[in-house]
């Protein structure tokens, strides 16, 4: 039994450095998956049937006339980690530098806490351990789909944020996180040789000219007292040299407004 919170948290943080050696990408959480079925057994918590490799574990409470739902994300992304401390990934072109390790980690400490302190717990609590928070359609999607939170009347999550001084907990009334869009674009111009720049339609060009205009999508069509921000990450061309053909992947993340509910982002 873990005696006291100081043990608990030492507990967790050994328990990240494990999961963040073996990170998975969204929709291949198996050996994840695994391990956090393991450690709910071992705590006699209920597991339920739920779409994998999401997991969902349940304790029920004393009088279980409410039920809360806890939550973290289990994937990771396609990055190779570098450094040199002892428990980097050894999944190479896979680490978790989002921080769902830590998430997990301390939903599977809360989990602990609570089977050993369940002659305390009035309300039942669901433990959602939800795959593909990276990629749409999220594992949320299939979870709520499923069920899962039908009788639930409340949900609680988190995420870590580096800015945050250690100990603190930052609380936002409304939105906290921002949604997130992702888009492809991808621009075929006509081949040629450099020399000749002429002759051709060159997309890298066209592409600088793109990556700077998008800009104004935030600066001249989003309301200035909303936050909104688009980022081009990745920009690859087809074919070294002779290419005529590039892509650029870009996310955009916004927090709806009350004249936009459902969306943040102007399409004509």
Request: aromatic share 6%; proline share 7%.
């Amino acid at each position: 039994m873990t005696a006291d919170t100081k043990t608990l948290a030492e507990w967790a943080v050994h328990e990240r450095r494990y999961l963040h050696q073996y990170p998975e990408l969204s929709g291949q959480e198996y050996q994840t998956a695994a391990h956090i079925r393991s450690r709910l057994q071992e705590w006699q918590l209920e597991l339920l049937t739920c779409p994998a490799p999401s997991v969902v574990g349940l304790l029920r409470g004393t009088d279980g006339k409410k039920t809360i739902a806890l939550r973290a994300d289990i994937d990771a992304l396609p990055v190779n980690e570098e450094g040199d401390k002892p428990y980097l990934s050894k999944h190479p072109g896979i680490a978790h530098v989002c921080g769902h390790d830590g998430h997990t980690a301390i939903l599977l400490a809360a989990a602990k806490w609570l089977a050993e302190h369940r002659a305390e717990v009035a309300p039942n609590v669901l433990f959602l351990f939800q795959s593909s928070e990276e990629i749409l359609p999220s594992g949320a999607q299939a979870l709520v789909r499923h069920g899962v939170l039908e009788q639930v009347d409340a949900v609680f999550g988190l995420h870590l944020w580096q800015p945050l001084e250690k100990g603190k907990i930052g609380i936002s009334n409304g939105a906290m996180m921002a949604s997130s869009d992702d888009v492809r674009i991808v621009i075929t111009g006509r081949g040629g040789h450099g020399s000749m720049p002429h002759e051709t339609i060159d997309p890298i060009y066209v592409a600088g000219q793109v990556i700077a205009a998008v800009q104004g999508i935030v600066s001249r069509r989003i309301n200035p007292v909303e936050p909104a921000v688009i980022s081009i990450c990745r920009w690859r061309r087809a074919r070294p040299t002779t290419s005529f053909r590039t892509r650029l992947c870009s996310t955009g993340r916004c927090v709806p407004s009350p004249s936009r509910p459902d969306s943040c982002w102007p399409v004509s």
